[in-house]
């Protein structure tokens, strides 16, 4: 069932601070920035109920203001390679060939997965429950939505490497020396705490986790991957560790 394109509801501010744990550590300025740009996304893209389930308005708002965070230094041109968002109520049973739970093996089974973004202007898959339990209770490192849609900024430059676009060649060469030595460790059954192990699947992997902890877990990857979320803060042209410590004073 395809949402009919309208923005933000009129009391998205109430829902947002319902949903959304981490939304008193935002200023009112940048409140109403990710509201313009979810209220952007909803009346853009394609948001759609799986069969059976029906979107409303929290699960409107909640996706689109986290997802809006990515970009919100960017621009909504970033988010070009993003058609559709297909909601589903709980972890979407999978069929296909997936990165095995050991580094270096695949399996054909069904996996429980919790999102899923398909390559280039296909599909996005979220599943609501563990969409909404992460925007709730933020800081642990994990959080679908913004895992899916770094996904789609990955995959801006036509290859899902594990490279959003990035200005200079200095800024390149930065990325990739940073992130490879994160990626190998976690690759090699080292721990890279607080990035998951699942990090270690493939490099697009690994952007996806580590975004999901600049933004979910700032302060305790500043902390233990201080290179990393240099290079990321770089990218992404804002600063979530330092928006923490002032959100907690
Ligand atoms: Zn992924």
Redesign the pocket.
């Known amino acids: 069932m395809i949402h009919r394109r309208k923005g933000l509801p009129d009391d998205w501010e109430r829902i947002a601070a319902d949903h959304l744990g981490a939304w008193g550590g935002f200023r009112s300025d940048e409140q109403e920035r990710l509201g313009d740009l979810a209220d952007w996304l909803l009346r853009h893209k394609n948001w759609e109920a799986a069969n059976g389930f029906a979107l409303d308005d929290a699960i409107l708002t909640t996706i689109a203001i986290e997802a809006a965070l990515l970009i919100f230094s960017l621009s909504t041109d970033y988010y070009r390679e993003v058609s559709a968002i297909i909601v589903y109520p709980t972890t979407i049973l999978s069929r296909g060939t997936y990165a095995g739970p050991v580094p270096g093996t695949v399996t054909d089974s069904v996996l429980p997965v919790l999102g899923e973004?398909h390559d280039r202007r296909g599909a996005m898959l979220i599943a609501w429950d563990e969409a909404l339990a992460a925007a709730r209770n933020p800081g642990r490192g994990h959080n679908v939505v913004f895992?899916?849609f770094a996904?789609k900024l990955d995959m801006l430059d036509d290859i899902t490497d594990g490279t959003p676009p990035l200005e200079s060649k200095e800024a390149l060469a930065r990325w990739v020396e940073v992130c490879t030595n994160a990626y190998t460790a976690l690759r090699e059954g080292i721990p890279r705490p607080p990035l998951d192990p699942y990090g270690g699947v493939s490099p697009?992997?690994f952007f996806?986790v580590a975004t999901e902890n600049f933004f979910d877990a700032p302060l305790a990857l500043e902390e233990h991957e201080p290179d990393l979320f240099a290079v990321l803060r770089d990218f992404y042209k804002q600063d979530p560790a330092d928006r923490a410590r002032h959100s907690s004073r």
Do not use: N
């Open positions: 973004a895992h899916e996904h697009a992997e996806a």
